[in-house]
């Protein structure tokens, strides 16, 4: 599989992203969000799995392979991420997921851009924007590497004291309801998953037309232990947005 390591100036920050099989225009191109300290290299198995479908992984500030600003890191400066580069690529109709706490970056864009995205696919994160507080760098700094990869390879102080220092809580639960497009719902099993069976209810109350599904076997990292039950999850999804069904 041959993907394209890309960059967009969003104001004067550059912008990282990852985009594979540009030529298929006919099926709705999957936008990735990744997780908190996620970077596009976190989802080049995913895309690999998902091949020949049309996939973009945007790497959103301070993270990876885009660039690092002294400030700038509120929900909306990372909306503005995904503005840019989605304008950009001219994207018009495609599936938007978001991992983690980048699930509140995509409900607020999607809520912001209904008539682009056609569907949407949260991950183990419930409708809330929190406000990280003091300490919250040092307790994140110390857990241990994720996906494999050590914090300090994958993103600065800088940004993660940005992050926490301009975070403030935002619920999306009641403006969830003006959601109209497809919805699915990722909730890990086990024991440190993030959305609660709770918040999963709440999620099916506010937007009827969702479909969740729980991974058993799997903690917040909805990835593992079985990448495979991840894929074929969202291609089932996908091949339905794309019916119209």
């Known amino acids: 599989m041959i993907y394209n390591d890309s960059w967009v100036d969003n104001n004067g920050i550059n912008i990282h992203f990852v985009e594979t099989n540009a030529n298929l225009k006919e099926e709705t191109p999957l936008v990735i969000i990744p997780g908190l300290s996620e970077s596009a290299e976190d989802y080049?198995?995913?895309?690999?799995?998902?091949?020949?479908?049309?996939?973009?992984?945007?790497?959103?500030?301070?993270?990876?392979?885009?660039?690092?600003?002294?400030?700038?890191?509120?929900?909306?400066?990372?909306?503005?991420?995904?503005?840019?580069?989605?304008?950009?690529?001219?994207?018009?109709?495609?599936?938007?997921?978001?991992?983690?706490?980048?699930?509140?970056?995509?409900?607020?864009?999607?809520?912001?851009?209904?008539?682009?995205?056609?569907?949407?696919?949260i991950g183990d994160y419930p409708a809330i924007h929190t406000q990280l507080p003091q300490g919250w760098v040092e307790f994140f700094s110390s857990l241990p590497p994720w996906r494999g990869k050590p914090l300090s390879q994958r993103?600065?102080?800088?940004?993660?004291?940005?992050i926490q220092k301009e975070s403030a809580q935002v619920i999306f639960w009641d403006d969830?309801?003006?959601?109209?497009?497809?919805?699915?719902?990722?909730?890990?099993?086990?024991?440190?998953?993030?959305?609660?069976?709770?918040?999963?209810e709440q999620y099916l109350e506010k937007m009827p037309q969702a479909n969740l599904v729980v991974f058993d076997e799997s903690d917040h990292n909805i990835f593992e232990p079985n990448l495979d039950t991840f894929i074929q999850t969202i291609d089932l999804f996908m091949n339905k947005c794309h019916a119209g069904i």
């Open 44 to 121: 080049i198995s995913v895309i690999e799995n998902l091949s020949p479908r049309h996939c973009i992984i945007i790497t959103l500030r301070g993270r990876g392979k885009s660039a690092t600003p002294e400030t700038g890191y509120s929900l909306d400066d990372h909306i503005s991420d995904i503005e840019a580069v989605v304008k950009h690529l001219e994207l018009k109709d495609f599936i938007l997921f978001g991992y983690s706490r980048s699930v509140s970056y995509v409900l607020k864009y999607s809520l912001q851009n209904k008539n682009l995205v056609k569907g949407l696919i």
């Open 155 to 162: 993103m600065s102080h800088t940004a993660l004291y940005g």
């Open 176 to 200: 969830l309801s003006s959601i109209e497009c497809p919805v699915l719902i990722i909730r890990a099993g086990k024991p440190g998953a993030a959305l609660s069976l709770e918040a999963g």
